[in-house]
């Protein structure tokens, strides 16, 4: 069982920079895939960015590409999402979640955080 707990959204202006954080509890946090997504206004949840469990192996998806960076601190249970270069497009609620296979399908993902707001101006 994991809990997961999103942070650090906002309002940016287009060009400027934000950090999320993901904070999990459970005993088995380790051994996870974990991933974040992203669902803009009107539009269905999409998949961002995914990091394999022991921080090896990362996986983004094109619009996102060259601009963020997901990480992980397995010793305090935390991942994060480092966006640069925003643009309105990004605008979307983020959703950190945690699953057993390095999939972009939020089908293989078990576990969900609420959600944080990142809005970004033109």
């Known amino acids: 069982q994991v809990q997961l707990v999103e942070s650090g959204g906002g309002l940016v202006q287009a060009g400027g920079s934000l950090r999320l954080s993901c904070a999990a509890s459970?005993?088995?946090?380790?051994?996870?895939?974990m991933g974040w997504f992203r669902q803009a206004p009107g539009k269905e949840r999409a998949f961002v960015a995914r990091?394999?469990?022991?921080?090896?192996?990362?996986y983004y998806a094109d619009s996102v590409k060259g601009r963020f960076t997901i990480s992980r601190d397995n010793a305090k249970n935390m991942v994060y999402l480092q966006m640069n270069s925003l643009k309105p497009d990004d605008t979307a609620v983020y959703y950190c979640?945690?699953?057993?296979?390095?999939?972009?399908?939020?089908?293989?993902?078990?576990?969900w955080g609420q959600g944080t707001q990142v809005t970004v101006s033109s």
């Open positions: 979640a945690a699953g057993g296979y390095a999939s972009s399908s939020e089908r293989d993902y078990a576990y």
């Open positions: 990091i394999k469990w022991n921080g090896g192996s990362t």
């Open positions: 459970g005993r088995t946090f380790s051994s996870y895939t």
